[in-house]
């Protein structure tokens, strides 16, 4: 299995533009997750989804963030506008939920900078 | 949501010697699970822990789910180059489907 991937590695992109990071979990797994790491806050949970069906998404800061997960094999998060307090690294997860083992499967994640 | 508490933030110790680092919170955890973040990728997963009590080992990696529920403990022995990273302790607690992350302890092995 290749894991979970992620899509770009890295954006730069300039205040105002519309980000899109993708991600593909690990076929078979029904539950996926966004999380954003900044040296300030750590590791954060943004939205999850479970069956392709949006589960919690109290982490997400605002509207200008959202999460779609069309397919079991496919997820967005986009940022629109993006503002330069959005820079940080983006990592998508996924997992088998429930389970035995409730080990997140973690991307590579994406570095976002927005300047 | 609830808190981990994960100490120390960081730590700077010479190749070979031991590190010990540990996760508390004021609740209940059913699952404790520990990862390794290295620079410019995700966290991979260590060590899980389902049961109080519980000893686990990976290598030089132990780790241990505590009595009371309300926390683990990461050892590593004879640390080498490659152990450098950052540590995150997470859990799982009551009904929930998400995990609760720590706050990481960034280790730096000097040689």
């Known amino acids: 299995d290749a894991g979970v991937i992620q899509s770009p590695r890295h954006e730069v992109t300039e205040m105002g533009q519309e980000v899109t990071l993708r991600c593909k979990p690990i076929?078979?797994?029904?539950?996926l997750f966004w999380y954003r790491q900044t040296m300030m806050r750590g590791l954060e949970l943004l939205i999850y989804?479970?069956?392709?069906?949006?589960?919690?998404d109290s982490g997400m800061p605002e509207d200008r963030f959202s999460a779609k997960m069309p397919n079991a094999s496919f997820s967005t998060l986009k940022i629109q506008p993006s503002e330069p307090r959005d820079s940080a690294v983006y990592f998508c997860?996924?997992?088998?939920?429930?389970?035995?083992?409730?080990?997140?499967?973690f991307g590579s994640g994406t570095r976002l900078t927005v300047v | 949501g609830q808190q981990l508490n994960q100490s120390p933030q960081s730590m700077f110790i010479q190749e070979g010697e031991d590190v010990s680092m540990n996760c508390t919170s004021s609740?209940?955890?059913?699952?404790w699970l520990w990862y390794k973040q290295d620079p410019g990728e995700g966290p991979v997963l260590l060590i899980a822990?389902?049961?109080?009590?519980e000893l686990t080992s990976n290598g030089r990696l132990t780790a241990q789910f505590g009595i009371t529920r309300k926390d683990s403990f990461l050892n590593i022995s004879a640390s080498i180059p490659s152990d450098v990273g950052i540590y995150f302790c997470?859990?799982?607690?009551?009904?929930?489907?998400?995990?609760?992350f720590g706050s990481g302890t960034q280790l730096t092995v000097l040689p």
């Open positions: 609740s209940i955890f059913n699952t």
């Open positions: 076929s078979g797994h029904n539950s």
């Open positions: 989804f479970n069956n392709n069906v949006p589960i919690d």
């Open positions: 997860a996924s997992s088998q939920l429930p389970g035995r083992n409730y080990g997140y499967t």
């Open positions: 822990l389902y049961k109080a009590g």
């Open positions: 997470a859990g799982l607690y009551g009904s929930a489907r998400q995990l609760t």
